[in-house]
């Protein structure tokens, strides 16, 4: 995991901006961590809702 500097607000000096005391910290994860079984189960859902979308599609250019 990724280190950043970082600093308090309230240790920033306002006439500089200068942080007076900053800090390593780790950086989150944009997106989370999933085991396989979460995985496999936004995976699914996230494929059931594009193929609806393009049967969707499909269906209105079938009417047209």
Same mark, same amino acid.
């Given at each position: 995991?990724?280190?950043?500097? %970082?600093?308090?607000?309230? +240790?920033?000096?306002?006439?500089?901006?200068?942080?007076?005391?900053? =800090?390593?910290?780790? =950086?989150?994860? %944009?997106?989370?961590?999933? +085991? @396989?079984?979460? $995985?496999?189960? =936004? $995976?699914?859902?996230?494929?059931? @809702?594009?193929? $609806? =979308?393009?049967?969707?599609?499909? @269906?209105?250019? %079938?009417? +047209?």
């Amino acid at each position: 995991m990724p280190l950043q500097l %970082v600093c308090d607000s309230a +240790d920033v000096d306002a006439t500089t901006l200068a942080c007076a005391h900053p =800090v390593w910290a780790f =950086v989150p994860p %944009v997106i989370p961590e999933f +085991d @396989l079984a979460t $995985g496999s189960i =936004v $995976g699914f859902a996230i494929l059931t @809702l594009w193929g $609806g =979308v393009y049967a969707i599609k499909k @269906l209105r250019r %079938v009417a +047209d």
